[in-house]
T-cell receptor
Framework: SQKIEQNSEALNIQEGKTATLTCNYTNYSPAYLQWYRQDPGRGPVFLLLIRENEKEKRKERLKVTFDTTLKQSLFHITASQPADSATYLCALNDDNQGGKLIFGQGTELSVKP | EAQVTQNPRYLITVTGKKLTVTCSQNMNHEYMSWYRQDPGLGLRQIYYSMNVEVTDKGDVPEGYKVSRKEKRNFPLILESPSPNQTSLYFC?????????????FGEGSRLTVL
């Protein structure tokens, strides 16, 4: 069956540390993988998109990797801040479904001062 | 300001009473979509539209209708709401119609059906 799995448990880290969130997928053929941030009661906000032929993408303190062999994407926030606390969603475009965007359930990140 | 606007943001209704959730975007995007978000199930696509007068079913279309008469508007219609449609609904738009690029989401509409 097709699955997108993110860390099911909330991630708690100390301010200043690097947060690493995982997104694993099964039986999809993504051409792209995207990461979104969602604050409580708000709509998701796009952060980064990485293509299947890209290994790594960076934007300020954010870094995303995409390994199509492992079927995994890692999302890193360096020098984390309490303001980074939110739920982070990964989403992939499935080539076999006309590029439709499919979301994971999200990982809740809490950064403590 | 570029945005996707949904109304109402909160609604409590009763089983069987037709309702419409409006969605409007001011970015001239071709692609629009509706999602529902439920605990443990994540975001699931209800319907999407690649362009005016073109709509398609997503993963959970049962009990919903949509229309796309104008590029900027994409209302979600619940003809006869039931309690299992209690959820948080998001409208989203994108400038891409093929392999989707980034989605711009509205603030959400929290619907409770009693």
């Amino acid at each position: 069956s097709q699955k997108i799995e993110q860390n099911s448990e909330a991630l708690n880290i100390q301010e200043g540390k690097t947060a690493t969130l995982t997104c694993n997928y099964t039986n999809y053929s993504p051409a792209y993988l995207q990461w979104y941030r969602q604050d409580p009661g708000r709509g998701p906000v796009f952060l980064l998109l990485i293509r299947e032929n890209e290994k790594e993408k960076r934007k300020e303190r954010l870094k995303v990797t995409f390994d199509t062999t492992l079927k995994q994407s890692l999302f890193h926030i360096t020098a984390s801040q309490p303001a980074d606390s939110a739920t982070y969603l990964c989403a992939l475009n499935d080539d076999n479904q006309g590029g439709k965007l499919i979301f994971g359930q999200g990982t809740e990140l809490s950064v403590k001062p | 300001e570029a945005q996707v606007t949904q109304n109402p943001r909160y609604l409590i209704t009763v089983t069987g009473k037709k309702l419409t959730v409006t969605c409007s975007q001011n970015m001239n995007h071709e692609y629009m979509s509706w999602y529902r978000q439920d605990p443990g199930l994540g975001l699931r696509q209800i319907y999407y539209s690649m362009n005016v007068e073109v709509t398609d079913k997503g993963d959970v279309p049962e009990g919903y209708k949509v229309s796309r008469k104008e590029k900027r508007n994409f209302p979600l219609i619940l003809e006869s709401p039931s309690p299992n449609q209690t959820s948080l609904y998001f409208c989203a738009s994108s400038p891409y119609t093929g392999v989707a690029g980034e989605l711009f989401f509205g603030e959400g509409s929290r619907l409770t059906v009693l």
